[in-house]
């Protein structure tokens, strides 16, 4: 069976400020893939970063960046410089070659203090 | 511009009246699938596409639905709804089922049964 944890329902950052939320996963599959989401207010579901899992470099994408600990088996998101506009609810998920569905983590919902 | 559509993207209803959901995608993906987000629960799927003609069941598929004559369209049908049904609902597409490839959403269509 594949999961996704979240232990992190909700976090408070202060605007400028770096915050990792973390994820961890669980599959048996040897190839997968790890993507994170960015969920606004508004409701859409915004793809920020993805992660391979042979992927010998951790994934970076402005300012997102993917700490990727294969042993662990968790793939915490960076934000660095925290801006008022990154408050939003965060989804980390996975999707294992033999799966026909990305799994989600219940998501962690991050709120930038000004 | 490359996107997921869904209509309607609000929509309240009663027990027992059939509704579609419409999903369409302009990025010749091969794979679309449909989600439920429902609170403290993440994203589950409830069917997918492999292809034109070829769907499957996801983790909750009960009471629900699906066709893909076209490549395009994918919608979503509620026989008879109840209110176990109420969510936000989201339409996903990728280029193909690989785990590399991220899943582009529709804006989501929140729905109440009542």
């Known amino acids: 069976a594949q999961k996704i944890t979240q232990t992190q329902p909700g976090m408070f950052v202060q605007e400028k400020e770096a915050v990792t939320l973390d994820c961890t996963y669980d599959t048996s599959d040897p190839s997968y893939g790890l993507f994170w989401y960015k969920q606004p207010s508004s409701g859409e579901m915004i793809f920020l970063i993805y992660q391979g899992s042979y992927d010998q470099q951790n994934a970076t994408e402005g300012r997102y960046s993917l700490n990727f600990q294969k042993a662990r088996k968790s793939a915490n998101l960076v934000i660095s410089a925290s801006q008022l506009g990154d408050s939003a609810m965060y989804f980390c998920a996975m999707r294992g070659r033999s799966s026909y569905k990305l799994i989600f983590g219940s998501g962690t919902r991050l709120l930038v203090r000004p | 511009e490359a996107q997921v559509t869904q209509n309607p993207r609000y929509l309240i209803t009663v027990t027992g009246k059939k509704l579609t959901v419409t999903c369409s995608q302009n990025m010749n993906h091969e794979y679309m699938s449909w989600y439920r987000q429902d609170p403290g629960l993440g994203l589950r799927q409830i069917y997918y596409?492999?292809?034109?003609?070829?769907?499957d069941k996801g983790d909750v598929p009960e009471g629900y639905k699906v066709s893909r004559k076209e490549k395009r369209n994918f919608p979503l049908i509620l026989e008879s709804p109840s209110p176990n049904q109420t969510s936000l609902y989201f339409c996903?597409?990728?280029?193909?089922?690989?785990?590399?490839?991220?899943?582009?959403f529709g804006p989501g269509t929140r729905l109440t049964v009542t």
């Open positions: 596409s492999m292809n034109v003609e070829v769907t």
């Open positions: 996903a597409s990728s280029l193909r089922l690989a785990t590399s490839h991220e899943q582009y």
